[in-house]
T-cell receptor, first 113, second 110 residues
Framework: SQTIHQWPATLVQPVGSPLSLECTVEGTSNPNLYWYRQAAGRGLQLLFYSVGIGQISSEVPQNLSASRPQDRQFILSSKKLLLSDSGFYLC????????????FGQGTRLTVV | DAKTTQPNSMESNEEEPVHLPCNHSTISGTDYIHWYRQLPSQGPEYVIHGLTSNVNNRMASLAIAEDRKSSTLILHRATLRDAAVYYCILSPLLNEKLTFGTGTRLTIIP
């Protein structure tokens, strides 16, 4: 069976500090991978998605970047965090070639202070 | 991507059926209708999806209008654990991404 791991669960970072959130998927090959953000009281915003190693599509311009160094590893990064980067970050995966069902991680709650 | 419209919030009594509506008047012939729900402080979870015919699974039923311009997610007997934000999403089958709207916040009244 497939599992998705996302860590850390919570994170408090000062403004201007770097960020690295990691997500890994087990039990499947070449998954589609996604990063979403949810600001407090808001809906889910798709930030990045990837259909293969090194292939990253950005949905919105922002202070963040994503990388996929391995088939089942997806990393969300920032060089310098802003207060507006606070939120609930969710990683997800789906089977390659289609989005019939997406599977989400437990999320990272990031607070930038 | 085709747009969906859902009520911001709904309330329902515990142990009664719940009908969550979704309008998607610009749906295309290849768009599947997906429903997800998000419990507090958790990631979304898949509920159900369909194309043209009504669908049933252990969690819910999906009723799709004949013209496909609207659909309804049916929870047959709501429990307190069904309190969540419910998202209706359109996506072609061979698509790479799911775009969420703001969804319907469902409150279950004991």
């Amino acid at each position: 069976s497939q599992t998705i791991h996302q860590w850390p669960a919570t994170l408090v970072q000062p403004v201007g500090s770097p960020l690295s959130l990691e997500c890994t998927v087990e039990g499947t090959s070449n998954p589609n991978l996604y990063w979403y953000r949810q600001a407090a009281g808001r809906g889910l915003q798709l930030l990045f998605y990837s259909v293969g190693i090194g292939q990253i599509s950005s949905e919105v311009p922002q202070n963040l970047s994503a990388s996929r160094p391995q088939d089942r590893q997806f990393i969300l990064s920032s060089k310098k965090l802003l207060l507006s980067d606070s939120g609930f970050y969710l990683c997800a995966w789906s089977f390659p070639g289609r989005v019939t069902e997406a599977f989400f991680g437990q999320g990272t709650r990031l607070t930038v202070v | 991507d085709a747009k969906t419209t859902q009520p911001n919030s709904m309330e329902s009594n515990e142990e009664e059926p719940v009908h969550l509506p979704c309008n998607h008047s610009t749906i295309s012939g290849t768009d599947y209708i997906h429903w997800y729900r998000q419990l507090p402080s958790q990631g979304p979870e898949y509920v159900i999806h369909g194309l043209t015919s009504n669908v049933n699974n252990r969690m819910a039923s999906l009723a799709i209008a004949e013209d496909r311009k609207s659909s309804t997610l049916i929870l047959h007997r709501a429990t307190l654990r069904d309190a969540a934000v419910y998202y209706c999403i359109l996506s072609p089958l061979l698509n790479e991404k799911l775009t969420f709207g703001t969804g319907t916040r469902l409150t279950i009244i004991p």
